[in-house]
């Protein structure tokens, strides 16, 4: 089971709305779920929830050609966020360098036929959008 929380989701579904018909990838992370706040949900204390992501940079070549957010230390990214704005909901050559891959694809919607995970192989994850947020933090 992967666990996003339904603000992620949404804030991912409007990347890809403003980008198409151009794709989106940037990487995703992680908050433990007892540290999360209105989780409510009785995730163990243990159980990593996808809370965050890295604003895409539109500009950088070597994201667009391979994917890649190069700019993220990989530890701070255990997942890849792609949409796809003409393609199916799988995943492809392109997005298979995380552990989960959340791919999303016209008409930008939480539904189980436009946003789905994926595991790297490509085959698709069990998904719970649960209604938390991370702790508040500050620069």
Same mark, same amino acid.
Not at 47 to 76: E, K
Not at 111 to 126: I, K, N
């Given at each position: 089971?992967?666990?996003?929380?339904?603000?992620?989701?949404?804030?991912?579904?409007?990347?890809?709305? #403003?980008? #198409?018909? !151009?794709?989106?990838?940037?990487?995703?992370?992680? @908050?433990?779920?007892? +540290?999360?706040?209105?989780?409510?949900?009785?995730? *163990? *204390?243990? $159980?990593?929830?996808?809370? #965050?992501?890295?604003? &895409?940079?539109?500009? !950088?070549?070597? !994201?667009?050609?391979?994917?890649? !957010?190069?700019? @993220? *230390?990989?530890?701070?990214? %255990?997942? %890849?966020?792609?949409?796809? &704005?003409? /393609?199916?909901? +799988?995943? $492809? /050559?392109? #997005?298979?360098?995380?552990?989960?891959?959340?791919?999303?694809?016209?008409?930008? +919607?939480?539904?189980?036929?436009?946003?789905?995970?994926?595991?790297?192989?490509?085959?698709?994850?069990?998904?719970?959008?649960?209604?938390?947020?991370? &702790? +508040? %933090?500050?620069?």
């Amino acid at each position: 089971m992967v666990y996003i929380t339904r603000a992620l989701v949404d804030v991912l579904l409007d990347l890809a709305s #403003d980008a #198409d018909p !151009n794709r989106v990838a940037t990487g995703v992370s992680v @908050t433990l779920a007892d +540290e999360l706040e209105g989780a409510g949900s009785g995730l *163990p *204390p243990d $159980t990593p929830v996808f809370t #965050d992501f890295f604003l &895409p940079d539109p500009g !950088n070549a070597v !994201n667009a050609v391979f994917g890649v !957010n190069l700019s @993220t *230390p990989a530890r701070q990214a %255990q997942g %890849q966020f792609v949409s796809h &704005p003409v /393609r199916e909901l +799988e995943v $492809t /050559r392109r #997005d298979d360098l995380a552990e989960v891959i959340f791919v999303a694809v016209p008409p930008w +919607e939480l539904d189980e036929r436009s946003f789905a995970a994926f595991d790297r192989r490509g085959t698709r994850q069990s998904l719970d959008v649960i209604d938390a947020s991370p &702790p +508040e %933090q500050s620069l």
